[in-house]
């Protein structure tokens, strides 16, 4: 049935009830009707059995074109109803995305402005005792070897 | 008869942008340059500071996940 979806809906349907109905009423009247009517119209009478047959082909592909439209139509009414649903997850998604954004920014920003206020601690009080406390090149090899993560001896100078 | 159930479902998704910043790597850690007890605090105070924006960062990343998670399953299960 995925055929269906090159043809526009409403001619779809008008043709598939059409023939539908034709099956229906041709069915009716060659199998309950049309025996009667023959004895005013013998002409009819060599056609009875195809018409019969036509009637059945008519009804049985109407009721199957008919399951097919509304198995189709059902199909695409859920994808329809997902695409709304997932269109506004994206647009939340976006918009708790910039919030995100926005959070990290600030944050961020907080952290920085504190290290500063730290490193201007460090030069106002913490510089009058470098004369004081003299740091041998251990510790500053220590330290590096610690910020890079490699053996001490990579980070000697 | 099993041909009335075919159809083709064109529902496709793209993985949601994260936040820019958070795409951006962790800073490196610094050495000291100045072997002095002021050079070697400020070091050590702008490597925390450099720790802190990345466990942001990692975090962020943390929060996002889960917010996305949800609002994908909202979507779909609803």
Redesign the interface.
Known sequence: ??ML?FVPDDFLAYIINAILIAGAIGTFFTFFILHKVVRWLPALAPYHLLLQIISVVLLVGGV?FK??YS??MS??N??NE??Q??D???A???E???K??K???Y??KI??E??QQ??EY??RE??K??NV?V?P?E??DA??AA??NKPINN?KK | MLTGCLTTVPVVREFPEPPASALEPCKSLSTVNEASLSGLMKTVTVNYATYYECAIKQNAWIEWYKIQEQIQNGAIND
């Open positions: 049935m995925w979806s199957y399951g097919g198995v189709e199909w695409r859920k994808v997902l695409n649903k997932l506004a997850a994206e939340l998604s976006k708790e995305t910039i995100v954004e959070q990290i920014v944050r961020t952290v920085k504190q290290a730290i490193v460090v030069d913490i510089v005792y470098n406390c740091l090149q510790v500053i330290h590096n910020a890079l980070t």
